[in-house]
Structure formats: structure tokens, C-alpha cells
């Protein structure tokens, strides 16, 4: 199975600053169509997972535009551009190029 | 818009079943692959099975393989999840979400909690 691992854990950041989050795969996640399927998801406390980047960097509708995708391979990041405080929340990054999906541990995001 | 609502969750006891289903609604069930994510609690994400539009293709977690069975009902948009053989382990949340390789909308979940 492919291991994604996130990092750090936790992360805890001041308003208005910016936070980037780290997630590296063990294999790579090119797929053989051209395409990498790396997604991030953030989950705020109580609520459903809610996707905000998809293919590496394609931001969903709705999404702000402070949060961006970026990476290549086996190694991709995260970036909030200026935290909000509607940011706090887990994020977790998750690979669609194998079976069985795999998600990463999630990165905690909470505010100082 | 797109709805995904989950029903069937509750408490039962080790070696029971469950079926879970999930209702969708504003878009072409049809035509998309569906998928079933469970979170234990105050633990992370795990994907379960997906299924393809036309049920020909299903794919498991090694852990509920043999026990976890995927479908759909084309007709009346909905996808299920069979639950056999339940384990403590098994207690979680688990989440209807839309698409295969990626997940762009999700239902609220279900809880399904095993326990004697």
C-alpha cells in the first residue's frame, strides 16, 4: 500500500500568517493517464471532510483562494496564504492513483 | 445541489450486521463512482470500497475484505454498504462520498458502534 505520511502533526499558527502543511508519498503518484491524483481535505471540528484541492493543485469552487497546492512526485504541500480563524481544523492529504486509497495521518491546524 | 445522506448506522453487537445507505440526489447518480470513508473516533480518514458506475468494478480495504460488501441501486441513487462479521474495530463514522480517484462531495455519515 502507498504510506502517506504528513507533517508536522499539529501545527498552531497566528491570524493573518501564513501555514504549509507537508505530505509525501511512498511511491510516486503519477498515473499512467498524465494525471496526479493528490487531494487535500480539510475537516473542521464536527463536520464532514470537505475537499479544497484536487490533482495536485486544482482548487474546488467555493474554496478561497488563499489556500494553494502545490508538488510533484511523492512530495506536495499545502499553503494558507493568511490564516483564518474559519481555518482551524484537520487537513488530510489522500492519493486516488492506487488501490487501495490512502489517506495521510491529517495535520491539526489551531490557532495561537 | 448535490446531497449525499447516510442512514443505517447504530449500535450493535460483535459478529452482527448493519446495511448502511446513502441517498444522493442533484446530480447523475449514474454516472459516477461512488465511495464509502469511515473515521473511528478521534482518529483520521480511511477509505472502505468504491464502486463504478455500473457495479462491475469493486474495490476494499484489506481489512474488511470477505465481511464489507459495496453496491448500488441505479434506479433509486443509492449506494450500500453490507456490514458482516462486526468488529470492535469497526466503530466509526462512516462517510458516502462521490467520485474514485478523488472525493469532491460527501455526505454527514453514519455511526455504526460495535459493542457488546
Known amino acids: 500500500d502507498v504510506v502517506m505520511t504528513q507533517s508536522p502533526l499539529s501545527l498552531s499558527v497566528t491570524l493573518g500568517q501564513p501555514a504549509s502543511f507537508s505530505c509525501k508519498s511512498s511511491?510516486?503518484?503519477?498515473?499512467?493517464?498524465?494525471?496526479?491524483?493528490l487531494s487535500w481535505f480539510q475537516q473542521r471540528p464536527g463536520q464532514s471532510p470537505r475537499r479544497l484541492i484536487y490533482?495536485?493543485?486544482n482548487r474546488d469552487s467555493g474554496v478561497p483562494d488563499r489556500f494553494s497546492g502545490t508538488g510533484s512526485g511523492t512530495d506536495f504541500t499545502l499553503t494558507i496564504s493568511r490564516v483564518e480563524a474559519e481555518d482551524v481544523g484537520v487537513y488530510y492529504c489522500?492519493?486516488?492513483?492506487?488501490?487501495?486509497?490512502?489517506f495521510g495521518q491529517g495535520t491539526n491546524v489551531e490557532i495561537k | 445541489e448535490v446531497r449525499l445522506v447516510e442512514s443505517g448506522g447504530g449500535l450493535v453487537q460483535p459478529g452482527g450486521s448493519l446495511r448502511l445507505s446513502c441517498a444522493a440526489s442533484g446530480f447523475s447518480f449514474s454516472s459516477y463512482w461512488m465511495t464509502w470513508v469511515r473515521q473511528a473516533p478521534g482518529k483520521g480518514l480511511e477509505w472502505v470500497a468504491t464502486?463504478?458506475?455500473?457495479?462491475?468494478?469493486?474495490y476494499y480495504v484489506d481489512s474488511v475484505k470477505g465481511r464489507f460488501t459495496i453496491s448500488r441501486d441505479n434506479t433509486k441513487n443509492s449506494l450500500f454498504l453490507q456490514i458482516n462479521s462486526l468488529r470492535a474495530d469497526d466503530t466509526a463514522m462512516y462517510y458516502c462520498?462521490?467520485?474514485?480517484?478523488?472525493?469532491?462531495?460527501w455526505g454527514q455519515g453514519t455511526l455504526v458502534t460495535v459493542s457488546s
Open positions: 511511491q510516486s503518484l503519477g498515473n499512467s493517464d498524465g494525471n496526479t491524483y
Open positions: 490533482k495536485v493543485s
Open positions: 462520498a462521490r467520485g474514485m480517484s478523488s472525493n469532491d462531495y
Open positions: 464502486i463504478n458506475q455500473g457495479a462491475s468494478e469493486k
Open positions: 489522500m492519493q486516488g492513483t492506487y488501490w487501495p486509497r490512502t
